[in-house]
């Protein structure tokens, strides 16, 4: 019970000390082709480019002006479960991408983590069939 209750003080210190930060790291994750590079570009910029290119190597983009920055790993990446924890542990978001017509995109996450992920994380169904973006209808 004691070791229960340890831990649930570390995690809720850690949690306090997070809010009360200043700058806010997240990291985009998710299977190559999910859409991860074109939600990116509608988080960090004024004008986005919506043009797909495969992402290759990891990408940090610091937002001017906000307090937070994104950092992608490409979907190619492989990652032992191992890694990707103490990797995905450095963030304060976990941002799940997947391709709501694929899905493939969602096995991608049955290897990233065992038990419990290592930081808050909010999947996005991405490229949802009939869904309307900036007016363009995506059939």
Not at 51 to 73: L, R
Request: proline residues 7%; neutral net charge; glycine residues 8%.
């Amino acid at each position: 019970m004691a070791s229960i209750i340890a831990a649930a003080r570390v995690y809720a210190t850690r949690f306090i000390n997070r809010l009360l930060r200043k700058q806010w790291s997240f990291i985009v994750v998710g299977a190559s082709g999910s859409g991860k590079t074109g939600l990116i570009e509608v988080l960090t910029k004024d004008d986005p480019n919506m043009t797909y290119f495969a992402t290759t190597e990891p990408q940090y983009h610091d937002v001017p002006g906000e307090n937070y920055s994104v950092t992608e790993i490409p979907g190619s990446t492989c990652l032992s479960p191992g890694i990707s924890r103490l990797l995905l542990s450095k963030f304060d978001l976990i941002i799940c991408v997947f391709h709501e017509t694929k899905p493939e995109t969602i096995d991608y996450y049955r290897t990233l983590w065992r038990g419990s992920p290592p930081a808050p994380v909010v999947f996005v169904g991405n490229n949802v069939p009939g869904a309307s973006f900036w007016g363009i209808k995506n059939e």
